[in-house]
């Protein structure tokens, strides 16, 4: 009923309507809830992981590196085996870089894998609203003479 310019709707069908809309909305919307919240903490753990993994990493290469130094100060005479203990010090630091890197690399690529995933889900859900809303109108509409 049209009132003044204003649309007045009785609001117990309102209530009724959304509620069965609310009702009427499949099981996927709120696995998508599910799947959002866990995908976000999928994200934040793989991050966290390759973040701690490159930490432990830098600091074993420290630890390494220090084990090396005091090493090679002790052989301060031997010359030749302290510049050996450098190089390999710096052999694997660079390929504790090189792992971390790695690491950090494919918890990314599995947070976008992740992510893609997620957003084809959203998209089905909502066509699936979409597909809704508009039976909700078409019911609503009054029939055409």
Known sequence: MHLFGKTVIDEEKFFVQTSKLRNAIPEDVRRADRV?????????????????????????????????????????????????????????????????????QSADGYAHDILNRLDRFVQRVNESLEEGRRAMEERAAPPSE
């Open 36 to 104: 959002t919240r866990d995908s976000e903490k999928i994200v934040l753990n793989a991050k966290q992981d390759a973040q701690r993994i490159a930490t432990e990493a830098r600091q074993e290469a420290d630890r390494i590196i220090k084990e090396a130094s005091e090493r090679s100060d002790q052989m301060v005479s031997e010359h030749e085996v302290s510049i050996q203990a450098e190089e390999r010090a710096q052999q694997i630091v660079q390929a504790a870089e090189e792992h971390a890197g790695e690491v950090h």
